[in-house]
Nanobody, 120 residues
Framework: RLEESGGGLVLSGDSLRLSCAAS????????VGWFRQVPGKEREFVAR????????DYADSVKGRFTISRDNVKNTVHLQMDNLKPEDTAVYYC???????????????WGQGTRVTVSS
């Protein structure tokens, strides 16, 4: 299972750094994805990172503002979120996958999520 942290209430233009800590034995060999969800909507892909740490992918809505990174020694993945916008408000989740996929259905070991609120 994964555990997210780092969420909070910030103003538009501010930054937050989310962390995803893992107790999953295969974490270092798994794709890790960040997703977000708002009430009444489906869970949305945000970013993903390959086990090699250098193959990255972002949703168009966050490209250029968010940066995903990982530390396979510490079994953590971070999501640096800069220039936050009110539309980034959501609960953010991390999860693992065996494939470099985008769809949430390929991911497992979901955490409880961390809430991000961006006020204008």
């Amino acid at each position: 299972r994964l555990e997210e942290s780092g969420g909070g209430l910030v103003l538009s233009g501010d930054s937050l750094r989310l962390s995803c800590a893992a107790s999953v034995p295969t974490f270092s060999t798994s794709v890790v994805g960040w997703f977000r969800q708002v009430p009444g909507k489906e869970r949305e892909f945000v970013a993903r990172i390959h086990p090699n740490g250098t193959t990255l992918d972002y949703a168009d809505s966050v490209k250029g503002r968010f940066t995903i990174s990982r530390d396979n020694v510490k079994n953590t993945v971070h999501l640096q979120m800069d220039n936050l916008k009110p539309e980034d408000t959501a609960v953010y989740y991390c999860a693992t996958a065996r494939f470099f996929a985008r769809s949430p259905r390929w991911f497992a070991n979901w955490g409880q999520g961390t809430r991000v609120t961006v006020s204008s």
